[in-house]
Structure formats: C-alpha cells, structure tokens
C-alpha cells in the first residue's frame, strides 16, 4: 500500500518511490497523475448508486475502493444517488444506502449529491449540443430504434428524423419539456456515427419523457437524462478526477469521453474500469433481487440469506470482516469469480479473535444427575475466549437437573463414538466428567425423554485428577437458569454455484436453483444465562455450533440468534453442493 503523511497533502509526499508491490493499477494512475501534476494535486471519486434497490455485496467494493482512495491519496469521496429514473427509485433506497456506507465506516461529509442536482445544467447541455448539430429529437417508435440501432455485427442506419433542422430540434426539445407529448413519443439523441463498432456510439438516447413525479423534483419534469449523459457531466460539475467504475462500462468510455469534448467542459475526469464482484452461489442482479423480496421468497431485503449489505448485517456479518474481504480480493481488470467461502473466511477469522464463548444447547435432551446434591447450585469459571485472555471470564450455573444436545447421545453408538453413551463417560466443558446409568423412555412412543448419570466430583473443571481421559467433550445449559429462544441456521441461498446458468451453461429460472434448506428455525433452544444480557448485533461463538448473532429486528419475546457462519467450511472444498 502506500505510505502516507496525515500532516501532508503535497503530491511529493505520495510519489511512486513510496508503491509497494502490491500497488494496483488504480493506484498506480493516481499516482503517475500526482507526479505530472495533472489534477493540480487533486484525488476526488465518488461512489454513484441508484436509488432502486438495496446496496449489496458488489457495491461493498465498489465503496472500499473509491472511499478507500480517496483516504489514502488525502482526497475526498462524494456520495451521489444516480436518481435519474424516478419510475423504479424510492427514498428507502436513499436511507439505507447512506445507512450501508456509514456502517461500512465511510463518511462523504458535506458531499452528498444527487444527479438531480443537475437537471437544470443537463438540461442547458442537452441544448448545447442541439445548437451544435450533435443532438437530435427522434420520434421513432422503440422497436424502430431497437431495428435502427443494428447489431454487433452488423452497423445501424440513419432514422428518417436524423437530419431534423437545429430550430426544429429545439422547438421538439422545449415541448418535450413542457410536457405537450406522451411518453415515448420522442427521445433527444446524440448525433455521433450509427456505423460505430461500439454500439454505444450509435445515436444513443440521451433524453426520454416520463410524466412521473420525482422524488426531489416533484412534477417539474417531465422529461429525464439518461445514465450516460448525466454521469459524466454530473463528474464535471463536482470536479471529480478519477471516476472509477465496474468493466462493463468500459464500452461506454468513448461515450463519456465524447460528451466531455464536445461540450469543452473546463474539466475532463478519467473513466477508469475495474473487475466487479462476482460471487459464487449468489445472484448480484439488483432486478431478481428485487424479484426475490417482491414474491417473498425472501423476508425483504435485509433477509440474511440476501447479498445486501443490510441482509449481511442483519445475519452478524462486521463491516470490518467486509472491508477485509474487499481488500483480499483486490483490485483487477479481468473478471472472475470469488468462492463464497473466502468470505465466510474473513469473518470467521475475525470472530474467532473477537467473539465471546458461550454455550447454546440447540435440541435439548435432559439429564439428571443423580447424585448430585439435590437444590445445589454451583457456579463455575468460564473463560470467554482461549485466544485472547484479556477478555477474562465469566460464572455459569451448574445443579444436578441440565440439557445437552440430543447429538451427543448414542443409546447403540457406532465405531468410534466418544460421546455419551450407556456405561461410557463424557467430559462438560468447565464441568464434571459424567457417566450414563440409565436411559428413561416413553413408554408408548419409545422416545428418550432423559438420562439419568452420575458425576465424579473430583473432575471439577474437566479434568481428572488420576489421569484418565475421555475423548469425549460436550456443551450443556443448566436446567433451573436456561433461556429460552430461537436459533435460525442459515446456508447459501442457491443450489447452484451460477445462479441462472444450468450444469451445461445454458440460461434456466433462477428461481429452480432456490435452495430449500437455506434456513432451518429452532424454537426450542437453551442458552446459558449470561445471553440474556445480549444486545442487537452482539457477536458470540456457541461452542460446537458456530458463530451466532442476536438479531437486530427480533420483534419476538423469546431471542432470535443468527448463524453468521459455521466453525469450519462445512462444505466440500471443490464446490459448495456438497457436504462433508
């Protein structure tokens, strides 16, 4: 990374002696601009989202990248919702997008914007470039335009309105304006070459009508900028230097380039692509997500099985598990895709230093220590995390009534079974040795209903004094202090590693790749009571079982814990459709 002087904003300060290896291209063009003084000294980038949806995962790096420049060079980010098209756009998406960045820890300041900002100024361009003969208003129907505009191998052709007069192109343009023509009618599009290679150049639309009140506006427009016009001028307008963006707009460089120069803007921002986030086993597509939420196949968008921001939020991820897993995956310019689990890896690493140990016993199964004396309660040590014992420890309850998981029970075990089983011995973790005596039964169902064991008093801790061993080791939850709750286990959201491409790479319904396992809900948990004191967004290891989170939109009586992320990778290392 760069070596930087918090005292310093000189570019003779961030010079390419002080790169490291491991210094991207990004960086790298910041940093030949420094030195050449192209941008008198200036780093300034802007993070541009649509209000149409929820951020996600994707645009977790598209963040990190454009706010983590401009800390790094002594710049400034902007924050600008692209709010160009008020049919699909919402003012939830503005709160929680602005909601997402701060709890990713980036702050814009006094620099928040919206492309609305602009519609005036747009508006003054668009007829700029009327007067200049490079914009024309269209009146061909849309499927005209989609057959007009040719295909990649083939060039497109001129409409039979492209050699309107500059005079009438301003009259259309104004009534546009004004609202006198229906929507579709017309469209302003910019004159460049319908014989370009790069579909992009053909006459794109620059302008179309939509009699649709805007959130900011309200009803004084009734006709709107296209994405590709607004972006550039709307980097212009706030003096961006270096508008970073995914490759698949690479293709629309030369575009953004052309309006820049045709206008003689007084500034000229670099459009600099960078490979975007594609994730396996999760869909990036903020349309089908959308579907997802809309036909409830999903909570909403802050469901934890979603790749939104506030869905990885919700689930127990930490802004700091995501920036790091930004910053590993670096900067590229080539596609590919990143396996789930170096994820799950980020925050895993990141708990495992961090999160309390606690223990949760999932499916109770009851055991009665029989010679336990009877209305005692003791309360024993419990460290709170092994790595890291400046966190200390805690006291929990033990008496002769206690759950543990219904797993660590074999009444016929099978070969190598170190758990409890009839006549064998079994280690409580910060306990006793115990044994199991008896097996009591349901009479009619069959069903084990409790287990009646005895303690060795002497193994107070987990340990025997005349060393002998058991390999067995099991979590438990005291009977007379238990809470009550909610565990919901949460695995991938898709079957497929592609969502929406088949085994043979063809195109199929995403939604036959739902993974119908993507949560199981416990109601009939046992927590340790020091989870009572737990608060929304509270991170902890339950011991044998994961990593877990109290839900921060629990409206239930009982806690609801989320699994953030198992212990280990419980899937195949090759791929994610199979178990270990």
């Given at each position: 990374?760069?070596?930087?002087?918090?005292?310093?904003?000189?570019?003779?300060?961030?010079?390419?002696?002080?790169?490291?290896?491991?210094?991207?291209?990004?960086?790298?063009?910041?940093?030949?601009?420094?030195?050449?003084?192209?941008?008198?000294?200036?780093?300034?980038?802007?993070?541009?989202?649509?209000?149409?949806?929820?951020?996600?995962?994707?645009?977790?790096?598209?963040?990190?990248?454009?706010?983590?420049?401009?800390?790094?060079?002594?710049?400034?980010?902007?924050?600008?919702?692209?709010?160009?098209?008020?049919?699909?756009?919402?003012?939830?998406?503005?709160?929680?997008?602005?909601?997402?960045?701060?709890?990713?820890?980036?702050?814009?300041?006094?620099?928040?914007?919206?492309?609305?900002?602009?519609y005036d100024r747009l508006y003054d361009f668009a007829v700029q470039l009327i007067k200049l003969g490079k914009a024309y208003?269209?009146?061909?129907?849309?499927?005209?335009?989609?057959?007009?505009?040719?295909?990649?191998?083939?060039?497109?052709?001129?409409?039979?309105?492209?050699?309107?007069?500059?005079?009438?192109?301003?009259?259309?343009?104004?009534?546009?304006?004004?609202?006198?023509?229906?929507?579709?009618?017309?469209?302003?599009?910019?004159?460049?070459?319908?014989?370009?290679?790069?579909?992009?150049?053909?006459?794109?639309?620059?302008?179309?009508?939509?009699?649709?009140?805007?959130?900011?506006?309200?009803?004084?427009?009734?006709?709107?900028?296209?994405?590709?016009?607004?972006?550039?001028?709307?980097?212009?307008?706030?003096?961006?230097?270096?508008?970073?963006?995914?490759?698949?707009?690479?293709?629309?460089?030369?575009?953004?380039?052309?309006?820049?120069?045709?206008?003689?803007?007084?500034?000229?921002?670099?459009?600099?692509?960078?490979?975007?986030?594609?994730?396996?086993?999760?869909?990036?597509?903020?349309?089908?997500?959308?579907?997802?939420?809309?036909?409830?196949?999903?909570?909403?968008?802050?469901?934890?099985?979603?790749?939104?921001?506030?869905?990885?939020r919700r689930r127990g991820y930490t802004p700091s598990a995501i920036r790091t897993f930004c910053e590993r995956i670096g900067?590229?310019?080539?596609?590919?895709?990143?396996?789930?689990?170096?994820?799950?890896?980020?925050?895993?690493?990141?708990?495992?230093?961090?999160?309390?140990?606690?223990?949760?016993?999932?499916?109770?199964?009851?055991?009665?220590?029989?010679?336990?004396?009877?209305?005692?309660?003791?309360?024993?040590?419990?460290?709170?995390?092994?790595?890291?014992?400046?966190?200390?420890?805690?006291?929990?309850?033990?008496?002769?009534?206690?759950?543990?998981?219904?797993?660590?029970?074999?009444?016929?075990?099978?070969?190598?079974?170190?758990?409890?089983?009839?006549?064998?011995?079994?280690?409580?973790?910060?306990?006793?040795?115990?044994?199991?005596?008896?097996?009591?039964?349901?009479?009619?169902?069959?069903?084990?209903?409790?287990?009646?064991?005895?303690?060795?008093?002497?193994?107070?801790?987990?340990?025997?004094?005349?060393?002998?061993?058991?390999?067995?080791?099991?979590?438990?939850?005291?009977?007379?202090?238990?809470?009550?709750?909610?565990?919901?286990?949460?695995?991938?959201?898709?079957?497929?590693?592609?969502?929406?491409?088949?085994?043979?790479?063809?195109?199929?319904?995403?939604?036959s790749q739902v993974n119908p396992n993507s949560v199981e809900e416990i109601t009939s948990c046992k927590f340790e009571p020091?989870?009572?004191?737990?608060?929304?967004?509270?991170?902890?290891?339950?011991?044998?079982?994961?990593?877990?989170?109290?839900?921060?939109?629990?409206?239930?009586?009982?806690?609801?814990?989320?699994?953030?992320?198992?212990?280990?990778?419980?899937?195949?290392?090759?791929?994610?459709?199979?178990?270990?």
């Amino acid at each position: 990374m760069i070596s930087k002087n918090d005292n310093k904003n000189s570019p003779d300060n961030i010079s390419s002696s002080t790169v490291s290896t491991s210094t991207n291209f990004i960086q790298q063009i910041i940093l030949d601009d420094l030195e050449s003084d192209k941008h008198q000294g200036k780093v300034v980038t802007r993070f541009p989202p649509e209000p149409n949806g929820y951020l996600h995962i994707g645009h977790a790096k598209a963040i990190c990248i454009n706010f983590g420049l401009a800390n790094e060079f002594h710049g400034r980010c902007h924050l600008r919702m692209d709010d160009t098209n008020p049919c699909k756009e919402d003012v939830e998406y503005i709160d929680s997008i602005k909601e997402d960045v701060r709890w990713l820890g980036f702050e814009w300041g006094e620099h928040e914007y919206y492309a609305s900002d602009y519609y005036d100024r747009l508006y003054d361009f668009a007829v700029q470039l009327i007067k200049l003969g490079k914009a024309y208003v269209d009146s061909l129907s849309a499927e005209e335009l989609r057959e007009h505009r040719g295909t990649l191998t083939q060039g497109g052709r001129a409409g039979r309105y492209r050699e309107r007069s500059i005079e009438e192109n301003l009259d259309l343009f104004t009534r546009m304006k004004n609202g006198e023509f229906e929507d579709g009618s017309h469209v302003l599009r910019a004159k460049i070459d319908m014989n370009s290679p790069n579909l992009n150049m053909r006459d794109p639309v620059i302008y179309r009508i939509r009699k649709v009140s805007h959130h900011r506006t309200g009803d004084k427009w009734c006709i709107y900028p296209m994405y590709d016009f607004t972006h550039c001028l709307s980097d212009m307008l706030e003096g961006i230097t270096h508008s970073i963006c995914t490759l698949e707009f690479e293709d629309h460089r030369p575009l953004y380039d052309w309006f820049l120069d045709e206008l003689k803007t007084p500034c000229h921002p670099q459009q600099i692509e960078f490979a975007r986030l594609n994730l396996s086993y999760t869909m990036m597509s903020k349309r089908r997500l959308l579907e997802l939420v809309q036909e409830k196949v999903v909570s909403g968008w802050d469901d934890p099985r979603m790749p939104t921001l506030s869905g990885f939020r919700r689930r127990g991820y930490t802004p700091s598990a995501i920036r790091t897993f930004c910053e590993r995956i670096g900067v590229a310019k080539a596609n590919s895709t990143v396996d789930y689990a170096l994820l799950e890896f980020c925050i895993r690493e990141e708990l495992n230093q961090k999160a309390t140990r606690v223990m949760a016993v999932l499916k109770p199964l009851k055991v009665v220590i029989t010679n336990y004396p009877e209305g005692q309660v003791e309360e024993l040590d419990a460290e709170n995390n092994s790595e890291d014992p400046s966190m200390g420890s805690r006291k929990i309850p033990f008496s002769r009534e206690i759950y543990i998981e219904e797993d660590d029970f074999s009444e016929n075990p099978p070969p190598k079974y170190f758990r409890l089983s009839p006549g064998k011995e079994m280690r409580l973790k910060h306990a006793y040795y115990i044994k199991c005596d008896e097996v009591i039964k349901d009479p009619s169902s069959g069903k084990i209903l409790e287990l009646h064991c005895t303690y060795d008093p002497t193994t107070k801790g987990g340990w025997s004094a005349d060393g002998r061993k058991v390999m067995g080791t099991a979590h438990w939850v005291n009977v007379g202090t238990a809470i009550d709750g909610i565990v919901r286990l949460y695995n991938q959201l898709f079957t497929a590693e592609h969502p929406g491409v088949g085994a043979d790479g063809e195109e199929v319904d995403y939604r036959s790749q739902v993974n119908p396992n993507s949560v199981e809900e416990i109601t009939s948990c046992k927590f340790e009571p020091s989870l009572a004191q737990a608060t929304a967004e509270q991170r902890y290891q339950f011991l044998r079982q994961g990593y877990f989170c109290l839900d921060r939109c629990c409206q239930q009586r009982s806690p609801v814990f989320n699994r953030i992320v198992t212990l280990k990778d419980s899937w195949a290392g090759g791929g994610r459709g199979k178990k270990k």
